[in-house]
C-alpha cells in the first residue's frame, strides 16, 4: 500500500489492512507520518516517511502572498519527493502481488511499480480529487493534466474503488470505466448511546474548510455543550465556551462520543467534493450507536435521512445548526433507535466483503 498520509491517524488504511491481514494477506505500507523508520501496526509492516512541514505560526506575514503565489509549485515538490523516498523504500521490499494506491498522489508510483513487478494495481479514491477545494493561486492547466493523467493510469488498474455512490458515479464517467464502492463504515463498538445526551461531539481535524465555525457560533443556542476532539492547526479561533480534547486513539474518541451521545459532521458548502463526501465521522457516530447533526450536503444529506439518523444543517448557518441540534436532543431516543437499525447495514463487517472480493480473498473466509 502506498498512503501519503499519516498511516497511524488514517482510519481507511487501517480497516483494510486489519481486514486483509485477517484473510491471510501480507500487506506492506509505505506512508507518511508516525514514528521513524518501521512499525508493525495492525499486523502489517508500515514504513514511514518524514518530509518536514513549516510552522504557520511562525512563518512571517510578508511570506503570506508568495505562499500563495507559489503553493501549487511547492504541492507538486512534495508529491515528487514522497514519490522519490516511497520508490527507493518499496524497490528494497518489493515485488509484491498487489500495489494499492490510496488516492491520487500516489497513483504514478504504484501504476509504476505495477509494471515493474508484474503486479495488479488497486486504484483507491478516498474522495472525488479533482472536485477538490485547493487553497492557493488557480493552476487550471496543472489540474487539467492531472485529470488526463488519472484516466490514463487509472485504465490500468485492477480495480477502482472509492467510497460513496456519488463518487462512483463521477469517477466511472470521468474514468470510463467501472468503479467499486467500499465505504468509510467501519466496525461496531461496543458502546452504548447515553439515556440523554450530554454533548454534541466533533471527532476530526480541529481547521479550517470544516465548517466549524459555524458550529461554535450556535454553542449559545444549543441545548448540550460541543466538544472537539482532535489535531489542532492554524487558522481556526476556538471560542472559551467550546471544550477542546487533543487528538487520542481510537478507544479514546469513542469514549468521548458514547459521553456526549451525538456527533456533528459539519463541512462548507462549496466544492463538489463535498457534495459527495461521506465523512469517516458519520459511520463513526454510526459505530458508536449515536445519532448526528450534519451538513445538508447531497451525499450526507442522502444516507442521514435515507436512515433517519439525525438531522441535517444549512452549511454556514449557526441558526440552523443550533435548530438541527435542538431537534436531536428533544427526540434523543428516536434517532437513537433509527441508529441500531442502520447499524446492520452501516458497518465494516458489511462493506469489508466487497473489499475482500477485490483482493479475490472472500472465499479464504466464507
Known amino acids: 500500500m502506498l498512503v501519503k498520509s499519516d498511516v497511524v ?24 507520518g508516525g514514528p521513524s ?16 512541514k513549516e510552522s504557520a505560526a511562525t512563518r512571517p506575514r510578508w511570506i503570506k502572498p508568495l505562499r500563495w503565489l507559489l503553493l501549487p509549485e511547492y504541492r507538486a515538490w512534495h508529491e515528487r519527493r514522497y514519490r522519490s523516498n516511497a520508490r527507493t523504500i518499496a524497490l528494497e521490499l518489493g515485488p509484491f502481488d498487489f500495489v494499492h494506491a490510496h488516492d491520487f498522489p500516489t497513483l504514478s508510483l504504484g501504476h509504476e511499480l505495477a ?50 455512490s456519488e463518487v462512483a458515479a463521477l469517477l466511472s464517467e470521468a474514468l470510463e470505466r467501472r468503479v467499486v464502492i467500499v465505504r468509510n463504515t467501519t466496525e461496531l463498538r461496543c458502546t452504548t448511546a447515553p439515556d440523554y ?79 459527495v463526501a461521506l465523512p469517516n465521522k458519520l459511520f463513526h457516530a454510526v459505530a458508536c450507536g449515536v445519532p448526528v447533526v450534519a451538513a445538508d450536503l447531497p451525499a450526507l444529506r442522502d444516507i442521514v435521512t435515507r436512515h433517519g439518523i439525525g438531522e441535517v444543517y444549512t452549511p454556514g448557518s449557526s441558526d440552523s445548526f443550533a435548530a438541527a441540534a435542538s431537534k436531536v436532543v428533544e427526540n434523543y431516543q428516536l434517532y437513537v433507535e433509527a441508529v441500531q437499525a442502520a447499524r446492520g447495514e452501516l458497518n465494516w463487517e458489511f462493506d469489508s466483503k466487497t473489499l475482500l472480493t477485490v483482493y479475490g480473498l472472500q472465499e479464504v473466509i466464507s
Open 9 to 32: 491517524h488514517d482510519s481507511r488504511v487501517r480497516r483494510q489492512v486489519r481486514t486483509l491481514v485477517k484473510a491471510g494477506a501480507s500487506v506492506t505500507v509505505v506512508g507518511e
Open 197 to 275: 445526551p450530554t454533548a454534541i461531539v466533533y471527532p476530526g481535524r480541529i481547521g479550517p474548510g470544516r465548517d466549524l465555525e459555524s458550529v461554535m457560533l450556535a454553542v449559545p443556542d444549543m441545548p448540550v455543550a460541543l466538544r472537539l476532539i482532535g489535531k489542532r492547526v492554524s487558522g481556526i479561533t476556538v471560542p472559551d465556551n467550546v471544550g477542546v480534547l487533543p487528538e487520542g486513539t481510537a478507544s479514546d474518541v469513542d469514549a468521548v462520543i458514547a459521553e456526549g451521545g451525538i456527533v456533528a459532521v459539519p463541512l462548507e458548502a462549496g466544492p463538489v467534493n463535498h457534495d
Open 115 to 164: 509494471r515493474r513487478w508484474g503486479s495488479r494495481l488497486v486504484y483507491d479514491s478516498h474522495e472525488w480529487w479533482r472536485g477538490r477545494a485547493r487553497v492557493g493561486r488557480p493552476d487550471a492547466l496543472h489540474r487539467k493534466w492531472q485529470a488526463h493523467l488519472e484516466r490514463k493510469l487509472a485504465a490500468d488498474a485492477e480495480a477502482v474503488i472509492t467510497v460513496g
Open 37 to 52: 523508520g518501521r512499525l508493525l501496526l495492525d499486523g502489517a509492516d508500515v514504513f514511514f516517511l518524514h518530509v518536514s
